[in-house]
Structure formats: structure tokens, C-alpha cells
């Protein structure tokens, strides 16, 4: 499917002044991006709108105002909806997984609800399991997993139909540190000829992950760029430094200059 959905020139997600409102409250604010391959970080401390950016891409919500399209798919028109849902795999923050279904199933279910055909669903499902190291458990119950292996078997599910876009909403949330790296490897592992989003308010992920940074302050883009040119954007400030962090007693140790600059643009809210 992903070669198919690719079309010369157009990019794989645009967001055009795109505007999502929770009654008077704005959650985004006329937010443009667009975005073509790669892992794309979304950071923002708790309440900036990633979740409701990619709310709208996974066609789960509908933006009040703007725009957004999934290679050239309108995600927010009734009629091109479909047709974009089976161009993106989206893992929400939550997900509802059954006990009760084993792990094959579940992932060749998934497969199915975006219109690989029934045939192909549990070749599908194994292979997507095995790019999350879980073939071997295919005829386990669900509820016999661990929350990490959880975590890979709902990403095993979201990329089971080959998406081009791939959309993931805090991933690492309450993995432990080793299981925080191994869900990375997966998904440099599988990121080739995809857009990955991942929305995140670690700035490590951001760091160890991501190609491009989109940063989110309040509804808006503080930040659209490398990772590497956030990170200069202070490190020449900091010469004199040790690198072993900054402010005085009680501050939080920020010990990079990507944590310094995430921090300078979000506040201390938030630096991961
Ligand atoms: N269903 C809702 N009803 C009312 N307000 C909402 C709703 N969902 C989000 N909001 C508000 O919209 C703003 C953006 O929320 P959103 O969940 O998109 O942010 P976020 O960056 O994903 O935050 P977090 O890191 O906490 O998940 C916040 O002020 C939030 O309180």
C-alpha cells in the first residue's frame, strides 16, 4: 500500500492553518505544516494540541477551521475519509485491546478494518508481528501480555495494513527506559518510505528518534525544524558551560543543548 498512495509532489501530510476549538477553548490555532518521510516529532508540554493534531490527521476528530490532507487526501471531507483511513495507522495514548483475542487476531482484525482483504489478514498479521519481536506469542490470549508487549502488539496492529503514515501518540509512555529504546529501534526499523509522527513530550525521544521537530506552545508551532538546529540554537550560548546544565539551586539539571533549547521555546513546564 505505501508505494501506491505515494504521488510525486505531493506531500505526505499538509496541515493548512488548521484550527481545532473544546467550546471557547482553542487547542489549535491555525497550525500550517507539511511533512514528506521520516520520523517527525510532535513535542509540547501537557495541553499544547498534539493530541488534537493528530486527532485530525487519524480521522478521529474534525478540525472547526483549516485543513489537513494525508497524501492529498482530505482527512476532514466525509467522502476522502475512508479513503485516507487506509492510508495511516494511528496509535492512540489509550487503546482498548480484548483479553480475550489472541495476538494474531487481534493485529489480522486490525488488518482487515482497513481493508486488507481477509485472505491476506494472517500473513499480515505475522508480519507485523514479527517486526515487534512478537510472532512467538501469535497464540497467546492478550491479557497474557505485559504492558510493553502490549504497547508493541498496538503498534504491531496500527502498522499491520502497511500504512504510508504512521501516527503515534505518546508511544513511550510507561515503557521502562530499555522498552523506551527497543520501541524506538522498531520504528527507525520500519520508518523507510513512511511519515512517522510521533507525538511525545519527551524530549529524549525527540532527540534519539525523530528526523524533524514540530514544537507546539499552546495551539501553535514554536518550532519546525531539524533537531540539530534547535540544539544550535543555544549551544553557542552555552560556551563557557560545562554542558552540565543550567540555573542555580533548585533548577531543573538540563543537561544538553536540545533540553536547554525544547526548554527555552516551551518554558519549564515541560523539558522531558
Ligand atoms: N475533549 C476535550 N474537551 C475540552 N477540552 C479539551 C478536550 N481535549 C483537549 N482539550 C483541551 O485542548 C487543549 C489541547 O489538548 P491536547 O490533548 O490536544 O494537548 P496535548 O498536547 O496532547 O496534551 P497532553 O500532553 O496532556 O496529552 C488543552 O487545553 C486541553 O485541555
Known amino acids: ?38 520520523i517527525v516529532g510532535v513535542l509540547g508540554p501537557n495541553g499544547a494540541g498534539k493530541t488534537s493534531l493528530l486527532s485530525v490527521l487519524a480521522t478521529v476528530s474534525r478540525p472547526d477551521a483549516g485543513r489537513a490532507t494525508v497524501h492529498g487526501r482530505d482527512v476532514s471531507s466525509a467522502v476522502a475519509r475512508s479513503a485516507a483511513r487506509e492510508l495511516i495507522g494511528w496509535l492512540p495514548q ?13 493485529v489480522a482484525y486490525a488488518a482487515w478494518s482497513h481493508g486488507v482483504p481477509v485472505a491476506d489478514c494472517a500473513r499480515a498479521a505475522i508480519e507485523a ?10 497464540t497467546d490470549r492478550v491479557r497474557r501480555l ?31 527506559p530499555s522498552q523506551r529504546v527497543r520501541l524506538r529501534h522498531y520504528l527507525r526499523a520500519i520508518s523507510t518510505g513512511r511519515t512517522i509522527i510521533v507525538a511525545t513530550h519527551l524530549i529524549e525521544d525527540g532527540a534519539q528518534l525523530c528526523d524533524e521537530l514540530v514544537v ?33 539551586a533548585g533548577a531543573p539539571v538540563l543537561s544538553t543543548p536540545l533540553e536547554r533549547a525544547y526548554e527555552r521555546l516551551v518554558g519549564s513546564e515541560d523539558a522531558g
Open 216 to 248: 507546539l506552545r499552546a495551539g501553535t508551532v514554536a518550532y519546525h525544524g531539524s533537531p540539530q538546529a534547535l540544539a544550535d540554537s543555544v549551544a553557542e550560548e552555552g560556551a563557557g558551560e560545562d554542558g552540565s546544565g543550567v540555573g542555580g
Open 146 to 176: 505485559s504492558g510493553g508487549q502490549r504497547q508493541r502488539l498496538g503498534l504491531a496492529a496500527a502498522i499491520a495494513h502497511e500504512p504510508p503514515v504512521l501516527l503515534l501518540d505518546e508511544p513511550t509512555v510507561g515503557l521502562d
Open 1 to 38: 500500500m505505501i508505494s501506491s498512495a505515494i504521488v510525486a509532489g505531493v506531500p505526505a501530510v499538509e496541515v493548512a492553518d488548521l484550527t481545532v476549538r473544546y467550546r471557547r477553548r482553542v487547542a489549535l490555532d491555525a497550525v500550517s505544516m507539511r511533512l514528506s518521510g521520516g
Open 94 to 106: 489509550r487503546f482498548d485491546l480484548s483479553g480475550s483475542m489472541t495476538v494474531q487476531d487481534t
Open 129 to 138: 508481528l514479527s517486526v515487534v519481536d512478537l510472532e512467538e506469542r501469535a
